[in-house]
């Protein structure tokens, strides 16, 4: 089945460092990928959406400037913490879906990257 | 306002009974499609089930099933025959309109202990 590889799966750093994840569609092209943030015991909370080729589009609330996305192709969407601070410290998952799939297949979720910022 | 609404923040329930996760959604689109994932303590998110607004019958997928009553807006999720392995984080999620680009809207969640 589809799968989505997320990349680091954790980093552990220093505050004021800049910090990029990577999320792979890897047997599938994804023109939209998600970008969730969780803290614990909490439930995901969507923060972007990333569109191939065009810029991101942000939930309310969600600092583009300090989340930058950056969806340069088809099976790849990066999502950079610039200047991580330890409030920045949690759980990203980011998820994509099938390009043209209809409304009932699922996302298909990366394994999630676990940021800690000292 | 609240899109997905999970009630039971913690549930209990014995190895090899049957159990039931409540959800209730708000939305006014006619086309939306309700999801269900699992997430263990290792933090991936796995999809369990899937029920689409115009479906006649409950989805079923192995142990696992839905009751959606389209009425009352609820989509519960029925895992029978609980194993110590279904100890995890169960979220319910919605995606409204039949766009393949909008994201899924997940619930708190509830926690889901099977014991032995």
């Known amino acids: 089945g589809a799968v989505v590889s997320q990349h680091p799966s954790r980093v552990i750093c220093k505050s004021g460092t800049s910090v990029k994840i990577e999320c792979r569609s890897l047997d599938f092209q994804a023109t939209t990928m998600f970008w969730y943030r969780q803290f614990p015991k909490k439930s995901l909370m969507l923060m972007a959406t990333s569109n191939e080729g065009s810029k991101a589009t942000y939930e309310q609330g969600v600092e583009k400037d300090k989340f930058l996305i950056n969806h340069a192709s088809l099976t790849l969407s990066t999502l950079t913490v610039t200047s991580a601070h330890p409030e920045d410290s949690s759980f990203y998952i980011c998820s994509a879906r099938t390009q043209g799939g209809v409304s009932n297949q699922p996302q298909h979720f990366g394994d999630g990257t676990r940021l800690s910022i000292l | 306002a609240q899109k997905i609404t999970q009630t039971q923040p913690g549930m209990f329930v014995q190895e090899k009974e049957a159990v039931t996760l409540d959800c209730t959604y708000d939305t006014s689109d006619p086309s939306y499609g309700l999801f269900w994932y699992k997430q263990p303590s290792s933090g991936e998110m796995i999809f369990l089930i899937y029920?689409?607004?115009?479906?006649?019958q409950n989805a079923t997928e192995g142990r696992y099933s839905l009751n959606f009553q389209k009425a009352r807006k609820s989509a519960n999720l029925v895992i029978s025959a609980s194993q110590l392995g279904d100890s995890a984080m169960y979220f319910c999620a919605m995606r409204e309109g039949m766009s393949g680009n909008t994201p899924l809207v997940f619930g708190k969640g509830t926690r889901l202990s099977v014991i032995a």
């Open positions: 029920q689409g607004s115009y479906d006649q």
